[in-house]
């Protein structure tokens, strides 16, 4: 049986949040009545001419410098030629020869914690087109230009990953760095970060390529995963039954979880790509590069590196914390509030993503804020209350039923009893309570009594309503009943 | 370099350019023409040359990122051919 090797390259096109288009004042605000966002540039209306957006040049240098990329001092738009109606110039200003971004690296992290870096060829920016709407309108095609001319930065991967799972952890390292950076949101539902994924497979231990296939537009983690594996089948397959990959662009169809091949223009790749005469070349300087690094945030690489090294968290807690910006900061903020960095990592990644999960909310939508959870926090480092009425306070937070945990606990009354005479008060009426039970743990061995006091411990703190402190009643209990 | 009568129709394709057998014939002796321009052009060593990317020694001037430019959509669409809904109407994209 032939051991097969997958090979597999990126290119992410992330669209750039910036205010205004590529090259001209128009909105680039989603959602908005077609064609009110398409000026009179954006349509490529005769005479108009193209000026560069200031921001979209600093987002696509601070993500270079966030890849330890080169960012060369001179780079040049060049004109990518092909018709299709949702191009109304009929060509996209891009980059080829000279892009803004030079190679790079990205550290990725697979799923048992292992790292391995995966190299970025270049990454340049280019406008995109409209949307072709291809419902009927009496049998013709509906054009929206709104999109036409949003900045995008296209990243291009070296074939560096070598499983599905590579290649999801690469484009999350990715969705990592573009919104820690703030230079996208990120949204793959609203086509912020579009992926078209090249797969290749050979026998392992080959050195050459084999062919590729280019599956175009997958837009979200799960399909990159469905599209490769797919894909990497279907080539095995093929070339087992002798057969051979052709170089092609495929669809993925995420409704039969499979890709399909496109029909072929024979001119499909002619591009004819010369240097934009409207645009001259664009210069930056090392004080401009400079000056977008000092405005860089901390990354998520540094902060997993900050949050085990400093903050002495676990590999594992402080890979889940960094992974995305808004939990870093509520997980700092927490810690800020209690001052202590495990508890706030016990508590976000516990209670907190479990409730999370369980409503399927972002941490940016919890109805627990960062300072609410950092005081109940603070609370159960001061014994005011057991590690079990903390839980009912959590869930009444969440519930929105006061401000603060210290108002919960007031009003339900839920302070720890210390106090060792009213705790023994309790006791003593448990005892009184269950003769049955005292007698059946008094005849007891030593083994047996451990697991039977539980239920004592379980009566007395019924008894207090959860306020009384649990390593206390534990200890008189044992006493009390081990007296007699 | 020698053109032919195929590269010239696929030229004129790639650009939509409709030309007849005629004209087509006709290009395949100009562009050949300039063609051998190019290739006397060629012959000069340009191992140490940069290649100019813009005949103005000027670099581009960037503009803040401001929305300066709101909807005239009502304009821009009375010049088209068909729009409904506000959407420009084309001939079928068949995918």
Same mark, same amino acid.
Request: proline share 4%.
């Given at each position: 049986?032939?051991?097969?090797?997958?090979?597999?390259?990126?290119?992410?096109?992330?669209?750039?949040?910036?205010?205004?288009?590529?090259?001209?004042?128009?909105?680039?605000?989603?959602?908005?009545?077609?064609?009110?966002?398409?000026?009179?540039?954006?349509?490529?209306?005769?005479?108009?001419?193209?000026?560069?957006?200031?921001?979209?040049?600093?987002?696509?240098?601070?993500?270079?410098?966030?890849?330890?990329?080169?960012?060369?001092?001179?780079?040049?738009?060049?004109?990518?030629?092909?018709?299709?109606?949702?191009?109304?110039?009929?060509?996209?200003?891009?980059?080829?020869?000279?892009?803004?971004?030079?190679?790079?690296?990205?550290?990725?992290?697979?799923?048992?914690?292992?790292?391995?870096?995966?190299?970025?060829?270049?990454?340049?920016?280019?406008?995109?087109?409209?949307?072709?709407?291809?419902?009927?309108?009496?049998?013709?095609?509906?054009?929206?230009?709104?999109?036409?001319?949003?900045?995008?930065?296209?990243?291009?991967?070296?074939?560096?990953?070598?499983?599905?799972?590579?290649?999801?952890?690469?484009?999350?390292?990715?969705?990592?760095?573009?919104?820690?950076?703030?230079?996208?949101?990120?949204?793959?539902?609203?086509?912020?970060?579009?992926?078209?994924?090249?797969?290749?497979?050979?026998?392992?231990?080959?050195?050459?390529?084999?062919?590729?296939?280019?599956?175009?537009?997958?837009?979200?983690?799960?399909?990159?995963?469905?599209?490769?594996?797919?894909?990497?089948?279907?080539?095995?397959?093929?070339?087992?039954?002798?057969?051979?990959?052709?170089?092609?662009?495929?669809?993925?169809?995420?409704?039969?979880?499979?890709?399909?091949?496109?029909?072929?223009?024979?001119?499909?790749?002619?591009?004819?790509?010369?240097?934009?005469?409207?645009?001259?070349?664009?210069?930056?300087?090392?004080?401009?590069?400079?000056?977008?690094?000092?405005?860089?945030?901390?990354?998520?690489?540094?902060?997993?590196?900050?949050?085990?090294?400093?903050?002495?968290?676990?590999?594992?807690?402080?890979?889940?914390?960094?992974?995305?910006?808004?939990?870093?900061?509520?997980?700092?903020?927490?810690?800020?509030?209690?001052?202590?960095?495990?508890?706030?990592?016990?508590?976000?990644?516990?209670?907190?993503?479990?409730?999370?999960?369980?409503?399927?909310?972002?941490?940016?939508?919890?109805?627990?804020?960062?300072?609410?959870?950092?005081?109940?926090?603070?609370?159960?480092?001061?014994?005011?209350?057991?590690?079990?009425?903390?839980?009912?306070?959590?869930?009444?937070?969440?519930?929105?039923?006061?401000?603060?945990?210290?108002?919960?606990?007031?009003?339900?009354?839920?302070?720890?009893?210390?106090?060792?005479?009213?705790?023994?008060?309790?006791?003593?009426?448990?005892?009184?309570?269950?003769?049955?039970?005292?007698?059946?743990?008094?005849?007891?061995?030593?083994?047996?009594?451990?697991?039977?006091?539980?239920?004592?411990?379980?009566?007395?703190?019924?008894?207090?309503?959860?306020?009384?402190?649990?390593?206390?009643?534990?200890?008189?209990?044992?006493?009390?009943?081990?007296?007699? | 370099?020698?053109?032919?009568?195929?590269?010239? $129709?696929?030229?004129?394709?790639? =650009?939509?350019?409709? /030309?007849?057998? +005629? !004209?087509? &014939?006709?290009?395949?002796?100009?562009?050949?023409?300039?063609?051998?321009?190019?290739?006397?052009?060629?012959?000069?060593?340009?191992?140490?040359?940069?290649? $100019?990317?813009?005949?103005?020694? =000027?670099?581009?001037? /960037?503009?803040? +990122? !401001?929305? &300066?430019?709101?909807?005239?959509?009502?304009?821009?669409?009375?010049?088209?051919?068909?729009?409904?809904?506000?959407?420009?109407?084309?001939?079928?994209?068949?995918?």
């Amino acid at each position: 049986m032939m051991q097969w090797e997958t090979v597999i390259g990126l290119e992410v096109h992330v669209q750039l949040a910036t205010q205004s288009k590529i090259f001209s004042g128009a909105s680039t605000a989603f959602g908005a009545e077609p064609n009110t966002q398409a000026c009179a540039v954006d349509l490529g209306m005769p005479g108009v001419l193209p000026v560069l957006n200031e921001n979209a040049v600093a987002m696509a240098v601070k993500f270079g410098l966030a890849v330890d990329a080169e960012i060369p001092e001179t780079s040049l738009f060049e004109r990518k030629n092909y018709f299709y109606p949702d191009l109304p110039k009929g060509y996209q200003t891009s980059q080829m020869a000279q892009p803004i971004v030079g190679p790079g690296k990205v550290e990725i992290t697979l799923d048992d914690g292992s790292t391995r870096s995966v190299r970025i060829h270049h990454a340049h920016l280019e406008e995109d087109a409209g949307k072709s709407l291809h419902e009927d309108y009496h049998g013709m095609t509906g054009i929206d230009l709104n999109r036409a001319g949003t900045p995008l930065l296209e990243i291009v991967s070296e074939p560096d990953m070598r499983s599905a799972k590579e290649a999801v952890a690469y484009i999350k390292a990715l969705h990592a760095i573009v919104t820690y950076l703030g230079i996208s949101d990120g949204n793959m539902a609203e086509g912020s970060m579009r992926c078209d994924v090249n797969v290749s497979v050979r026998p392992k231990g080959q050195a050459a390529f084999g062919t590729r296939a280019e599956i175009k537009n997958v837009n979200s983690f799960r399909f990159v995963e469905k599209a490769i594996a797919f894909e990497v089948e279907r080539q095995i397959e093929l070339i087992e039954d002798g057969g051979q990959v052709v170089q092609e662009t495929r669809l993925f169809d995420p409704e039969r979880d499979e890709t399909r091949g496109m029909r072929t223009k024979e001119e499909a790749n002619d591009y004819r790509y010369f240097p934009c005469p409207d645009l001259l070349p664009v210069t930056l300087d090392g004080a401009y590069v400079d000056h977008q690094r000092a405005l860089m945030p901390e990354l998520p690489s540094e902060k997993r590196h900050r949050f085990e090294n400093q903050l002495g968290l676990s590999a594992y807690d402080a890979g889940v914390l960094a992974s995305s910006r808004a939990m870093a900061e509520y997980f700092e903020a927490v810690k800020d509030v209690c001052g202590d960095a495990k508890q706030a990592a016990n508590w976000v990644q516990g209670e907190l993503s479990a409730n999370l999960n369980r409503e399927n909310l972002e941490i940016g939508d919890s109805p627990v804020t960062a300072e609410q959870l950092g005081g109940l926090i603070q609370r159960v480092m001061d014994d005011t209350i057991s590690g079990k009425a903390a839980k009912q306070v959590f869930q009444a937070l969440w519930d929105g039923e006061a401000d603060s945990a210290d108002a919960i606990i007031e009003a339900r009354g839920l302070k720890q009893v210390t106090d060792t005479g009213a705790i023994e008060g309790m006791i003593d009426q448990v005892i009184a309570d269950s003769p049955v039970q005292v007698a059946q743990y008094r005849e007891a061995d030593e083994a047996k009594r451990g697991k039977m006091i539980g239920y004592f411990v379980g009566q007395v703190m019924k008894a207090s309503r959860g306020t009384a402190n649990p390593q206390q009643v534990n200890s008189l209990l044992k006493q009390k009943l081990d007296q007699a | 370099m020698a053109i032919e009568h195929a590269d010239v $129709l696929r030229a004129a394709h790639l =650009a939509r350019v409709g /030309l007849s057998e +005629d !004209e087509a &014939t006709g290009y395949v002796d100009d562009l050949s023409r300039i063609l051998k321009m190019v290739d006397q052009l060629q012959a000069v060593d340009t191992q140490d040359i940069i290649p $100019l990317a813009h005949p103005l020694d =000027a670099t581009q001037r /960037l503009r803040p +990122d !401001e929305v &300066t430019e709101h909807s005239q959509r009502e304009r821009f669409q009375a010049c088209a051919p068909a729009v409904t809904d506000g959407l420009y109407l084309v001939p079928r994209v068949v995918e």
